[in-house]
């Protein structure tokens, strides 16, 4: 099947199709593991497109296709991890450059951006980006690049991303949207102005909790070539078998993506409803802030939802953390297991205490990456550990 004629196909399609082909020697219809290093030449500079393995792989050239033929963008690059592919987009600023990110975002990209990069010259402000007059007030001349989380993590705030990208670009600024709770099924940066789509295919994408990596879609040309060249040069590429499983992760990833969104809204609404429960963050509820905007902007609401219970001390979160037994106490997110998460001391420990309660990441929040298990089997669970708070 063509390309272009895959890239006319829905979403479910292009998961399955895109960047596909049956592999040329074999007829293998599964892409496959291409396990090497080098490759022959016939000649100096005479090859078959790849030359050595840091560059590129068979089997990453097919991820990247897929992953770009998803986010409607014409090219992906692949990287050994999330943070590797928000380093390669930071690496490519200059020293006394300014990046403008969500207050509310991932830990490790807090840690990157103020702990690795400053240090060089690169600078960084982080603002609440729910509300686009705070990201106005925050830009300076030397603002060069607007990094969007949404949802975010952990609160899952919705950001704007088209009134945030017209912001951004009328000021000469680059926008990079972080898409790994919202997946290319749920949410298309791209298509509303985004210059890079930034993923963890660790997540979602991989879906299984197996795999480590990173991904950057973009339709520039100019920043596709600055980040393969970095890939070439800093070599942080993702293996021939992690970009398998990735691809296997993909195939299935608009049907899981329906579970853990149909799963998260029914644990949603009973956190919701249970008296021991004081808030729930999540965009399928009504009552979410950013409820309106979410289902503007995106053809679903996630499998992320975070909560409060109306006993606030620490202690009470960590009894509830400590006694579930279908939900697993872990980092990470986005597996079809079900995963619960304690951000002030977890995902998020390295943004310093008060600024993680300033951005109103509370010091017992919990997180739950809702999986794809049996939706009742998940409620009983989390009535159980609430009884224990």
């Known amino acids: 099947m063509r390309a272009d004629d895959v890239n006319q196909m829905g979403l479910g399609t292009r998961a399955v199709h895109a960047g596909q082909h049956p592999d040329p020697a074999t007829g293998a219809v599964m892409t496959p593991i291409y396990q090497t290093s080098t490759y022959a030449q016939a000649a100096p500079g ?4 790849h030359e050595y393995g840091r560059v590129t792989n068979p089997t990453r050239s097919a991820l990247e296709g897929n992953l770009a033929g998803l986010e409607g963008t014409r090219h992906g690059i692949c990287f050994s991890s999330g943070v590797a592919a928000t380093d390669a987009v930071a690496r ?20 990157l951006f103020r702990q690795v990069h400053k240090p060089f010259g690169l600078d960084s402000d982080f603002v609440d980006m729910s509300d686009v007059s705070n990201v106005e007030r925050a830009i300076r001349p030397e603002t060069r690049l607007l990094w969007i989380e949404t949802p975010t993590n952990p609160l899952v705030r919705v950001v704007d991303i088209q009134a ?13 949207v972080d898409n790994t709770f919202a997946t290319p099924v749920l949410q298309r940066p791209a298509a509303l102005g985004a210059d890079l789509v930034v993923h963890s295919t660790t997540k979602y994408l991989g879906g299984h909790s197996d795999v480590i990596g990173g991904a950057v879609c973009t339709n520039s040309d100019e920043w596709a070539e600055k980040l393969r060249f970095l890939v070439k040069s800093t070599g942080a590429v993702p293996g021939p078998m992690d970009c398998f499983l990735t691809l296997r992760g993909t ?18 609404e009973f956190l919701e409803a249970d008296a021991r429960v004081a808030h729930v963050h999540y965009p399928g509820l009504p009552s979410f802030e950013g409820h309106d905007l979410a289902a503007q902007q995106m053809d679903g609401f996630g499998g992320m939802v975070s909560f409060l219970l ?3 001390r620490i202690e009470a979160a960590y009894r509830v953390l400590s006694s579930t037994k279908v939900f697993t106490l872990a980092e990470s997110l986005g ?30 929040l919990i997180r739950l990456s809702v999986g794809i298990e049996t939706p009742d089997d998940l409620i009983r669970d989390l009535d159980q550990a609430l009884s224990k708070a």
């Open 335 to 364: 597996g079809v297991e079900s995963l619960m998460n304690h951000p002030a001391t977890m995902t998020h420990a390295s943004i310093p205490p008060e600024e993680r309660r300033a951005a109103g990441l509370h010091d017992a």
């Open 251 to 268: 195939k299935t990833l608009e049907v899981r993506m329906q579970r853990h969104c149909s799963n998260a809204q029914a644990v949603a």
């Open 92 to 111: 490519c600023l200059r020293p006394g450059d300014h990046i403008l990110a969500s207050n509310d975002l991932y830990g490790g990209t807090y840690r």
């Open 310 to 312: 109306h006993d606030d």
């Open 46 to 49: 005479n090859h078959k497109g």
């Open 164 to 176: 945030l990208t017209d912001l951004a670009h009328s000021r000469g600024i680059a926008v990079a």
